[in-house]
């Protein structure tokens, strides 16, 4: 568990970061999930300039630039930060940076969009990030957003009683560690968006692909009827 001091989840991804770099490749969670979905939202980005708010090891910065994006890359951990700059090289620009915290290397109006995938589940309160957003995009900019999904994340009927789904709570979920990460009603996903000036566009609830099925076929029927992520695409009024 992170200290008090530190992002809740920078721990335990410094620590799972050379793992996280090959298997975003390949788990079908991540390749045929949550990424065909979140990378469906985003708009035509050649010759803007893009934050990959949460860039973990660079597959989504990596994307955007081959869409002729320029990048800027942010993540709390920078054993994660590594493994974007090797895979992309001087081709975008990256800084340590709290997604919880004002991003202080980026001037008002700098971005014409920002992408953040599975990474605002790390931060407990959306309304000063999505506020930050707010002020370093351009009138008309995009966000685009992955989360893990209220209804998947919330203990229904299996938990010990104490749990609040209407609460922002703190939770963990195994790898090869234990990750702290947020869960949070669907109100505090839609929300906060709102009311920091955004207007919602289009919402996906993926279901796996056919290489998914292919890949992970114990799982696929499962992952077909229930769901895993919540994908938002919104703009900045």
Not at 43 to 55: H, I, N
Not at 61 to 81: F, I, K, N, Q, Y
Not at 97 to 104: F, G, I, R, T, Y
Request: proline share 6%.
């Amino acid at each position: 568990m992170a200290s008090e001091d530190e992002p809740v989840a920078k721990a335990a991804y410094d620590e799972l970061a050379d793992t996280y770099a090959d298997e975003v490749r390949t788990n079908p969670y991540n390749a045929d999930l949550e990424f065909p979905a979140t990378s469906s939202l985003v708009p035509d980005v050649d010759g803007k300039r893009v934050l990959d708010a949460g860039c973990g090891t660079g597959a989504y910065t990596e994307w955007l630039l081959d869409r002729g994006a320029d990048v800027v890359g942010v993540d709390v951990s920078e054993a994660m930060l590594a493994h974007a700059r090797e895979r992309v090289g001087d081709r975008a620009t990256f800084h340590r940076a709290d997604l919880a915290a004002p991003l202080e290397f980026a001037e008002t109006d700098a971005f014409d969009g920002v992408v953040s995938a599975l990474a605002l589940g790390y931060v407990e309160e959306w309304r000063e990030s999505f506020s930050e957003f707010a002020r370093i995009l351009e009138p008309g900019g995009f966000f685009v957003f992955s989360t893990g999904h209220p209804f998947d994340q919330f203990p229904f009927g299996g938990d010990d009683g104490r749990a609040n789904y209407f609460d922002v709570e703190l939770a963990e979920k195994n790898w090869e560690v234990d990750v702290p990460y947020y869960r949070r009603p669907v109100s505090a996903v839609v929300n906060p968006l709102l009311e920091s000036g955004f207007r919602l566009e289009r919402l996906l609830e993926p279901r796996p692909t056919e290489r998914f099925e292919e890949t992970w076929p114990e799982r696929y029927e499962k992952e077909s009827r229930y769901p895993v992520f919540l994908c938002v695409r919104s703009r900045l009024s």
